[in-house]
């Protein structure tokens, strides 16, 4: 039986340099269901990689922050993956 690949929701024109490229990697992954990049906005500190960062839990899912320069980006992950498992996942995909 094939494997049933999560959803990516691209409802905004914008998005942070090489986070769409990122998530449809993570979209891939077993227990990933749906992810949604959100509100995007501008920051007074400076991050000079990418970054995603887990945030905080939300019902059924977590809440991610991805930072690049001075821009972030909310992104909303539905998982049954733990917060552990999901934060490796996003790790090994950085590398």
């Known amino acids: 039986m094939k494997k049933e690949q999560g959803r990516l929701v691209l ?5 942070l340099p090489g986070l769409i490229a990122l998530l449809e990697k993570l979209i891939k992954i077993e227990g990933i269901q749906t992810i949604t990049p959100a509100v995007i906005g501008s920051v007074r500190s400076h991050s000079p990689q990418f970054k995603l960062k887990i945030s905080v839990p939300i019902r059924g899912g977590f809440k991610a922050i991805a930072r690049q320069g001075k821009s972030f980006q909310e992104v909303f992950i ?9 934060e490796s996942a996003i790790a090994q995909l950085l590398k």
């Open 11 to 15: 409802n905004h024109s914008t998005h």
């Open 78 to 86: 539905l998982t049954t993956l733990e917060q552990d498992q999901l």
